[in-house]
């Protein structure tokens, strides 16, 4: 992901030995072999978070366009971002995809995307952010803290049905959430703390939170081990997703799905995930050409059944499981994309103040 400065400083050595032997002509004529090397150019890269569904996308994508997909793992959508700011003018891929609305600005903010001329499906457009059209909706989800019921009703504990409830001594040792500085879930967390409790009383939310012995891990998948519906998970709370009932927990003695996972419905926080072509880009062609067909109505429900995302074209079907377990809360918490930006520095610094991280 680092830029190759060696590199960059022959060509741009070159360029000027070329300019002052009077070789214009030949620098015309390379830079028309590069536009029509580029036309040629039947493959695209796209980096993205490392949940991207590339088996299933990648086949499809290359039996519809005729191109040939190369996906680079970007790590989780919060790593994603700071790779593509590190690797700025020099980037990997020509596409990128999976920045959320709490972490994109960031990366655009250092002007390492690129506006193309992509058509929106109809009613994506208002999940554009304001004065930043080099975004390009993807998918949709909520960051929101989920519950195992079979354990609360096991155990005939109440459920909890807020943030506060997290902080009671009869919820003490249960909770497993994220660390925002790595992981997008732990990051909407955050902001939907911040949402709920305010600027000025979110650190002491936290504080408590700690005191009342919440475990931070490093992503997800660290978390979900922890989760009580996995196999000697001892955690029946923890952040994930709005879609996260949906998967099923286990069969009962008729082989029918279980689904045992619900959502604490007042702590989630609203998130649209963002794709981009990259300045810098070597096939901006094929960027444009793939962010087409990841609009699509087949992508978008290929997407929503295998990663359990909700789409952004209005056509696509949702899959059964989905529509039934795992819908979207109402009303979700949500901040400006632009204030999160402007304070996400400054939030994460206070967070780990008050975690002592």
Same mark, same amino acid.
């Given at each position: 992901?680092?830029?190759?400065?060696?590199?960059?400083?022959?060509?741009?050595?070159?360029?000027?030995?070329?300019?002052?032997?009077?070789?214009?002509?030949?620098?015309?004529?390379?830079?028309?072999?590069?536009?029509?090397?580029?036309?040629?150019?039947?493959?695209?890269?796209?980096?993205?978070?490392?949940?991207?569904?590339?088996?299933?996308?990648?086949?499809?994508?290359?039996?519809?366009?005729?191109?040939?997909?190369?996906?680079?793992?970007?790590?989780?959508?919060?790593?994603?971002?700071?790779?593509?700011?590190?690797?700025?003018?020099?980037?990997?891929?020509?596409?990128?995809?999976?920045?959320?609305?709490?972490?994109?600005?960031?990366?655009?903010?250092?002007?390492?995307?690129?506006?193309?001329?992509?058509?929106?499906?109809?009613?994506?457009?208002?999940?554009?952010?304001?004065?930043?059209?080099?975004?390009?909706?993807?998918?949709?989800?909520?960051?929101?803290?989920?519950?195992?019921?079979?354990?609360?009703?096991?155990?005939?504990?109440?459920?909890?049905?807020?943030?506060?409830?997290?902080?009671?001594?009869?919820?003490?040792?249960?909770?497993?959430?994220?660390?925002?500085?790595?992981?997008?879930?732990?990051?909407?967390?955050?902001?939907?703390?911040?949402?709920?409790?305010?600027?000025? =009383?979110?650190?002491?939310?936290? *504080? @408590?939170?700690? #005191? &009342?012995?919440?475990?931070?891990?490093?992503? !997800?998948? /660290? +978390?979900?081990?922890?989760?009580?519906?996995?196999?000697?998970?001892?955690?029946?709370?923890?952040?994930?997703?709005?879609?996260?009932?949906?998967?099923?927990?286990?069969?009962?003695?008729?082989?029918?799905?279980?689904?045992?996972?619900?959502?604490?419905?007042?702590?989630?926080?609203?998130?649209?995930?963002?794709?981009?072509?990259?300045?810098?880009?070597?096939?901006?062609?094929?960027?444009?050409?793939?962010?087409?067909?990841?609009?699509?109505?087949?992508?978008?429900?290929?997407?929503?059944?295998?990663?359990?995302?909700?789409?952004?074209?209005?056509?696509?079907?949702?899959?059964?499981?989905?529509?039934?377990?795992?819908?979207?809360?109402?009303? =979700?918490?949500?901040?400006?994309? *632009? @204030?999160?930006? #402007? &304070?996400?520095?400054?939030?994460?610094?206070? !967070?780990? /103040? +008050?975690?002592?991280?």
């Amino acid at each position: 992901m680092k830029k190759n400065y060696s590199a960059i400083a022959v060509l741009a050595l070159t360029a000027l030995a070329v300019s002052a032997c009077g070789a214009g002509n030949d620098q015309k004529a390379s830079a028309n072999k590069s536009a029509s090397e580029q036309k040629a150019d039947k493959s695209v890269t796209l980096i993205a978070y490392d949940s991207f569904p590339t088996k299933d996308i990648k086949p499809a994508f290359e039996k519809k366009t005729g191109y040939k997909l190369k996906v680079v793992d970007g790590g989780d959508g919060a790593e994603l971002t700071n790779k593509l700011v590190v690797s700025k003018g020099a980037p990997v891929a020509d596409v990128a995809l999976g920045m959320d609305n709490n972490v994109a600005l960031t990366a655009a903010d250092k002007d390492v995307f690129e506006k193309t001329d992509v058509k929106l499906p109809k009613g994506a457009d208002k999940y554009q952010v304001k004065g930043q059209d080099a975004l390009v909706p993807f998918d949709r989800s909520q960051y929101c803290l989920n519950l195992d019921q079979k354990w609360f009703k096991d155990k005939g504990k109440a459920e909890p049905t807020s943030f506060e409830d997290l902080t009671k001594p009869e919820y003490k040792n249960l909770v497993v959430v994220e660390d925002p500085r790595k992981s997008t879930p732990g990051m909407g967390l955050l902001t939907a703390t911040i949402a709920d409790r305010g600027e000025n =009383a979110f650190a002491d939310y936290w *504080k @408590k939170l700690k #005191d &009342n012995g919440v475990e931070v891990t490093g992503g !997800w998948t /660290d +978390a979900f081990a922890k989760f009580s519906t996995s196999e000697g998970g001892t955690k029946p709370v923890m952040a994930g997703y709005a879609s996260s009932p949906a998967y099923p927990t286990g069969k009962d003695d008729a082989g029918k799905d279980v689904f045992n996972m619900k959502n604490v419905d007042s702590t989630c926080y609203a998130a649209v995930e963002y794709m981009s072509a990259l300045k810098g880009a070597k096939n901006t062609e094929g960027a444009k050409v793939l962010m087409d067909y990841l609009l699509s109505k087949d992508a978008q429900e290929l997407v929503s059944k295998v990663n359990y995302m909700y789409p952004v074209n209005s056509q696509a079907q949702l899959p059964k499981d989905l529509a039934e377990h795992g819908a979207e809360v109402k009303d =979700a918490l949500n901040i400006d994309p *632009k @204030k999160v930006a #402007d &304070n996400r520095t400054a939030w994460l610094k206070t !967070w780990a /103040d +008050a975690m002592g991280m």
